[in-house]
């Protein structure tokens, strides 16, 4: 005859603490029950276990009722049980467990009641918890994962461990079902789908390498970042020793101190543009410098962009939109994150290396040649009127006497006002365009013409700009 058995005295073969308190289905029955002392034809009754069949997830041999495929009889008289096999064989002589490299160390260890209660439970699988959240949190707490874990951090935690991690083996670290590109593409694809579409790809997303910038559990930082940026941008970027420039120079861009740092002109994962920019240079800049900006040094900075639209004569770097021809995007040790020598003063002694910034693309005959027909358009037959007025020891004009080195309402960039003398005065220059030359009448001195000749020639510079943008 098939006896039925109860399983309570069974409790005692299992780990301490495997259970939780809401595990119904491995209660023993009360005290005040009175225990069978002979064959019964159930374990579960209305009085015993009854709570042990009543889950949503039995195990096969409690659905059926077989209670002896697991347990056996020590005594039935004083009711007393033991498994039919030592715990972990006892498993093993179902289920086949997987031999693949990586195993979970519950696994390992042949305990799995550490997660699945031997009955049955709410939870598929017979999980001693929901897998999506609390199960791995039993072992795994919160604070060991991630990076300057918080409260909100911890909380986060509380995830979809499987929509990562195999539960008992993989063939690769950390129980990963598939690389680790492959996992943050099954979930993030309409990303992976833009990146698919277009040229310029951050290197860590292009190597499949996402956890160099992201930790895959959680962090007190936006995106799930490992550190705030720019020190995030500063782990790779070293080789450029861009964390020296920006710690060591005197200038600073604004946009790096804000709260968004390198965020404010860069992609983190990829773009159309090169360097990741999340706009052309120009746009970039203009979307900051749309209104007056005032430096640390108490300097207010020019509205760029309602200059550029209230001026449609834009120099050269600006048409083409780069302003990182002449202006650092990161720090410098020049005023304006100048990236070479520019003089910002009315008188300058000449020297090829004050106007180093200018000379990158403007040849320096244009300032040192005294006559020639092809050293610059400004000039009265061969007499170079450039090198009157610069190339002087102590009292030469330097640019910005007579240019405004952004954009003007007038040809070859020239100034409306310009500022004189020890009160700043603004000097009206009235400078007219005429065919082969051009006059000035500045309040300093009388109208001065001067005329090229027969033959206009123009200076065109060293970064190979079309002649038709030099006027």
């Not at 941008?233 to 946009?255: K, N, P």
């Not at 180093?356 to 170079?384: K, S, Y």
């Not at 009157?388 to 640019?399: A, D, F, L, P, Q």
């Not at 954009?407 to 100034?415: G, N, Q, V, Y």
Request: aromatic share 4%; net charge negative.
């Amino acid at each position: 005859m098939i006896i039925r058995l109860v399983a309570v005295a069974v409790m005692c073969s299992f780990a301490p603490g495997a259970y939780t308190s809401g595990q119904a289905a491995s209660e023993a029955p009360p005290v005040d029950v009175e225990r069978p002392t002979g064959p019964v034809d159930s374990c579960v009754t209305t009085a015993c276990h009854t709570r042990t069949v009543t889950v949503r997830f039995l195990h096969g041999p409690t659905a059926q009722r077989r209670c002896d495929a697991c347990h056996t009889v020590d005594d039935i008289r004083k009711h007393t049980f033991s498994l039919a096999l030592p715990a972990p064989d006892l498993c093993d002589s179902c289920h086949t467990r997987s031999e693949r490299s990586v195993v979970h160390k519950p696994v390992l260890d042949r305990e799995c009641v550490k997660c699945h209660d031997p009955h049955g439970s709410d939870h598929p699988k017979h999980l001693l918890a929901d897998p999506s959240r609390a199960l791995c949190l039993m072992c795994h707490k919160p604070e060991e994962h991630g990076r300057n874990q918080g409260t909100e951090a911890v909380a986060a935690m509380a995830g979809a461990c499987d929509a990562c991690h195999e539960y008992h083996s993989s063939w690769l670290p950390n129980l990963l079902p598939t690389d680790r590109q492959r996992i943050c593409v099954s979930c993030h694809t309409e990303m992976w789908s833009r990146l698919e579409l277009i040229g310029a790809v951050h290197a860590p997303v292009l190597d499949g390498r996402c956890l160099d910038c992201h930790d895959a559990h959680t962090t007190t930082h936006p995106g799930q970042l490992r550190e705030a940026v720019p020190n995030l941008c500063y782990s790779c970027h070293e080789h450029d020793d861009m964390r020296a420039r920006i710690e060591t120079s005197s200038v600073v861009h604004g946009a790096i101190t804000t709260d968004d740092s390198c965020n404010a002109c860069h992609l983190g994962h990829g773009g159309v543009l090169p360097k990741l920019l999340a706009g052309s240079e120009k746009d970039l800049c203009v979307s900051c410098h749309n209104e007056p900006l005032t430096t640390d040094d108490g300097r207010v900075l020019t509205d760029m962009a309602c200059l550029l639209k209230e001026n449609p004569r834009h120099h050269g770097p600006i048409r083409e939109g780069k302003c990182g021809a002449c202006h650092d995007p990161h720090a410098a040790s020049r005023t304006n994150l100048l990236t070479r020598n520019y003089p910002d003063v009315f008188y300058a002694p000449f020297d090829t290396d004050t106007y180093a910034l200018c000379f990158e693309c403007h040849i320096e005959t244009l300032a040192t040649a005294e006559r020639g027909m092809g050293a610059t358009g400004f000039r009265d037959g061969d007499v170079n009127l450039h090198f009157v007025h610069v190339y002087k020891e102590k009292r030469g004009r330097t640019c910005l006497t007579c240019h405004e080195v952004h954009a003007s309402l007038r040809p070859f960039h020239m100034r409306e006002t310009v500022r004189f003398g020890p009160r700043d005065w603004e000097v009206e220059i009235n400078f007219a365009k005429l065919p082969s030359g051009g006059l000035c009448s500045p309040a300093c001195h009388d109208t001065k013409p001067y005329d090229r000749g027969d033959e206009p020639q123009v200076t065109f510079p060293r970064s190979g700009l079309k002649p038709e943008l030099l006027e």
